[in-house]
């Protein structure tokens, strides 16, 4: 499905990325000008109002002791020695101007009613003048006191023009490098976006490819060490849990295919043989036992199965309980012992524990796990043999072997006896009547209670099969379905 441009994730992420690169630079852009402008005039304001307070401090060279005039020589004598390019004026105890510096060239500083009202009131006031030229003067009238009376006023000036044109040079900057700035953003989002989005592109295309019927392939990981080489190996592991899924499928599905044919084809030769040429009521009778029996197979076959897809599901609940291991041992021994009579195998229990060994499981399973081992053991074992169970603990968990003196099996196959449909010697195996599921639902059954199963053997000696089943029993929420009888 295409997607619209507008609403692809590189132009989203572009717009995202130079929208708030923009607002960043925008409010910097915004902050920094305001900042710069406020300290700029309050620096204006300091450098007035410090020569403010010199001509205070300097009070005697500006005003006459015996007569309280005001001493124009004095004000030039301060400027020159301190080179200040302000304006100065000084103005008497009637508010009149009566010298200034000679930068004022004649012209007299303003003195409004609201300056003339603060100085009277002995108040400093500082205010921002429009001049005539069309420039702004910032303009300090300072009252000059002594003993709580007005003996005259000095105003200070500073125009503002250079700080002005500062501040619109700044302005100017900001409004020409800013745009600028945002369009080498907005490219450089752009490329970054591409950049970040290529992988994504390339693994969603690989996967695109990817079919049932070619699991095999991977997604491209690349050189990413970051979270999309986490999200890559995340779905490579997918893609091989879901191949192994679709091989059994199709061998679960192939092997119940042939193992279900096998004894339809036997019934339907055996009943059309008679049908055609049977006469007497013993060979219909011979017929139908014979049907029966590739009935049962086929019974037992659908019924394993059923257990082994209620098993995947979750559907097939283990009733755990506290029982006695060690009596549950000693009666599959004496049912074992009858089993063997028919082939004369000699069977012994081991008992390597000092106590009664009690767990936590279904006493029903557990009972169905170890005569299948046991009766699969029986099967491959010439007569006259002997086979032996053993219960033991090992740490934390009771371990139950059984051993038999049977053909064994080979080395290449021991990795595959507890698969479905899996058998060594499948000609013996059909002959026997096995349905191929008894070692994989064995598994199941250890597994499902948190232990395990494993097997080793010699060919021509025997195998030993060793079940460790936990005494606490399986863990909540990481097996089948349990309920807890107490």
């Known amino acids: 499905?295409?997607?619209?441009?507008?609403?692809?994730?590189?132009?989203?992420?572009?717009?995202?990325?130079?929208?708030?690169?923009?607002?960043?630079?925008?409010?910097?852009?915004?902050?920094?000008?305001?900042?710069?402008?406020?300290?700029?005039?309050?620096?204006?304001?300091?450098?007035?109002?410090?020569?403010?307070?010199?001509?205070?401090?300097?009070?005697?060279?500006?005003?006459?002791?015996?007569?309280?005039?005001?001493?124009?020589?004095?004000?030039?004598?301060?400027?020159?020695?301190?080179?200040?390019?302000?304006?100065?004026?000084?103005?008497?105890?009637?508010?009149?101007?009566?010298?200034?510096?000679?930068?004022?060239?004649?012209?007299?500083?303003t003195f409004?009613?609201?300056?003339?009202?603060?100085?009277?009131?002995?108040?400093?006031?500082?205010?921002?003048?429009?001049?005539?030229?069309?420039?702004?003067?910032?303009?300090?009238?300072?009252?000059?006191?002594?003993?709580?009376?007005?003996?005259?006023?000095?105003?200070?000036?500073?125009?503002?023009?250079?700080l002005q044109q500062t501040i619109e040079e700044l302005r100017l900057i900001y409004l020409v490098v800013g745009p600028f700035a945002i369009f080498w953003l907005c490219l450089g989002c752009w490329l970054l976006a591409e950049r970040t989005i290529a992988p994504i592109i390339e693994v969603t295309e690989a996967a695109q490819g990817i079919t049932a019927d070619n699991l095999s392939r991977r997604l491209p990981l690349g050189n990413h060490q970051d979270e999309l080489a986490q999200m890559v190996n995340c779905l490579n592991q997918m893609l091989d849990r879901l191949d192994k899924s679709f091989r059994r499928v199709r061998q679960f599905s192939g092997d119940a295919s042939h193992e279900l044919r096998t004894p339809l084809t036997i019934l339907r030769g055996e009943t059309e043989v008679p049908l055609r040429w049977a006469k007497t009521p013993e060979e219909f009778r011979d017929m139908l036992s014979s049907n029966m029996e590739e009935i049962d197979r086929m019974e037992r076959i659908i019924e394993s199965l059923l257990t082994l897809a209620k098993s995947e599901v979750g559907e097939l609940t283990l009733e755990i309980k506290e029982l006695s291991l060690s009596d549950l041992v000693q009666e599959i021994y004496l049912q074992s012992s009858l089993l063997c009579e028919t082939k004369n195998i000699e069977i012994q229990l081991l008992l390597e524990?000092?106590?009664?060994?009690?767990?936590?499981?279904?006493?029903?399973?557990?009972?169905?796990?170890?005569?299948?081992?046991?009766?699969?053991?029986?099967?491959?074992?010439?007569?006259?043999?002997?086979?032996?169970?053993?219960?033991?603990m090992e740490d934390g968990f009771a371990r139950v072997d059984i051993n038999d003196s049977g053909i064994g099996i080979p080395a290449e196959h021991l990795a595959h006896v507890f698969d479905r449909f899996y058998r060594v010697d499948k000609a013996r195996n059909r002959m026997d009547g096995g349905t191929g599921l008894g070692l994989a639902i064995v598994k199941w059954i250890a597994e499902a209670h948190g232990g395990g199963i494993t097997v080793t053997s010699k060919v021509n000696k025997g195998s030993s099969f060793s079940v460790r089943l936990p005494i606490e029993g399986p863990e909540e929420g990481k097996h089948p379905k349990t309920t807890i009888l107490e």
């Not at 717009?15 to 920094?32: D, G, Q």
């Not at 003339?116 to 006191?145: K, M, N």
């Open 112 to 162: 409004g009613p609201v300056a003339r009202q603060q100085v009277r009131w002995l108040h400093e006031h500082l205010e921002t003048i429009e001049q005539v030229d069309g420039g702004r003067l910032r303009l300090l009238s300072y009252p000059l006191v002594e003993n709580g009376r007005l003996l005259g006023v000095a105003q200070v000036g500073q125009e503002l023009g250079p």
């Open 353 to 392: 524990v000092d106590e009664e060994i009690r767990i936590r499981g279904d006493d029903l399973r557990l009972r169905q796990m170890f005569l299948n081992v046991i009766s699969n053991g029986i099967k491959y074992t010439p007569e006259n043999s002997h086979m032996n169970i053993t219960l033991a």
């Open 1 to 109: 499905m295409a997607v619209s441009p507008l609403r692809s994730i590189r132009v989203r992420l572009t717009f995202w990325y130079a929208m708030t690169l923009a607002v960043i630079l925008a409010v910097s852009a915004l902050f920094s000008y305001h900042y710069f402008s406020h300290n700029l005039r309050e620096q204006v304001d300091r450098q007035i109002r410090e020569i403010a307070r010199t001509l205070d401090q300097h009070r005697a060279d500006l005003i006459q002791d015996s007569s309280t005039e005001l001493d124009c020589k004095g004000l030039q004598n301060l400027t020159h020695s301190n080179n200040w390019g302000a304006f100065v004026s000084l103005r008497d105890d009637s508010l009149q101007q009566v010298c200034s510096t000679d930068n004022l060239q004649e012209r007299e500083l």
